[in-house]
């Protein structure tokens, strides 16, 4: 079945412990993204990876890194969470880019206090 | 800056009913626009997709339709189900122009709610 896995689902943390949450697809796509969702101010991209070794900044980066080193993966993470992100994540995927459907992973809900 | 909206945060329906989701942009470069579908506890589903070739494309119940003139993008859904209640977003691709910067843009999303 192809999809896109996000773990964990749900994760609470406290500020400054760092922490990653994985990302894996399985159709081979070379994009891939990061959005944070919060309420009224919708889905909002924080990384994206056109390929391989390639990745950039997308609406809202601070405080979050990623890595792109093999095809299938694209983990998120924070070296140093603070409360300013608790949100919904989710990872994406799609084919080539903005002009193909994005495939979203299922949500990681991550609570930092 | 450029962004997506929508002109209804909430829309309810009788079951059986055509409903209507409306989304403005602004990015007059933008060209490819996307519908998606958010249920409780899920991720965003793909609904239907449309290029800005075109103003009009069918998918199954639905259909979105594309004026470039006034920068509008709706969907519509015909026979409403239960089912179909969930957060409904638009959004665009602002990495236009022949290259696939992959940059989605999403509107805040309309509550769709749909009474038996």
């Known amino acids: 079945e192809a999809q896109v896995t996000q773990n964990p689902r749900y994760l609470i943390t406290v500020t400054g412990k760092k922490l990653t949450v994985t990302c894996s697809q399985n159709?081979?796509?070379?994009?891939m993204s990061w959005y944070r969702q919060d309420p009224g101010l919708g889905l909002r991209q924080i990384y994206y990876?056109?390929?391989?070794?390639?990745?950039d900044k997308g609406d809202v980066p601070e405080g979050y890194k990623v890595s792109r080193k093999e095809k299938r993966n694209f983990p998120l993470i924070l070296e140093s969470p603070s409360p300013n992100q608790t949100s919904l994540y989710f990872c994406?995927?799609?084919?080539?880019?903005?002009?193909?459907?994005?495939?979203f992973g299922q949500g990681t809900r991550l609570t930092v206090v | 800056g450029e962004s997506v909206g929508l002109h209804l945060p909430t829309l309810s329906v009788q079951e059986g009913d055509n409903s209507i989701i409306n989304c403005a942009y602004s990015?007059?470069?933008?060209?490819?626009f996307i519908w998606y579908k958010q249920e409780s506890g899920k991720g965003p589903q793909f609904i239907i997709d449309?290029?800005?070739?075109?103003d009009k494309r069918q998918g199954q119940r639905v259909t979105v339709l594309l004026n470039k003139t006034v920068k509008h993008l709706s969907l519509q859904i015909a026979a409403t189900q239960p089912g179909d209640s969930a957060v409904y977003f638009c959004?665009?691709?602002?990495?236009?122009?022949?290259?696939?910067?992959?940059?989605?843009?999403f509107g805040q999303g309309t509550i769709l709610t749909v009474h038996p």
């Open positions: 449309i290029r800005s070739n075109m």
């Open positions: 990876s056109m390929n391989v070794e390639v990745t």
């Open positions: 159709m081979n796509h070379e994009y």
């Open positions: 990015n007059s470069a933008s060209d490819y």
């Open positions: 959004a665009e691709n602002i990495g236009a122009g022949g290259t696939s910067y992959g940059k989605l843009t």
């Open positions: 994406a995927s799609s084919f080539n880019g903005g002009d193909t459907e994005a495939f």
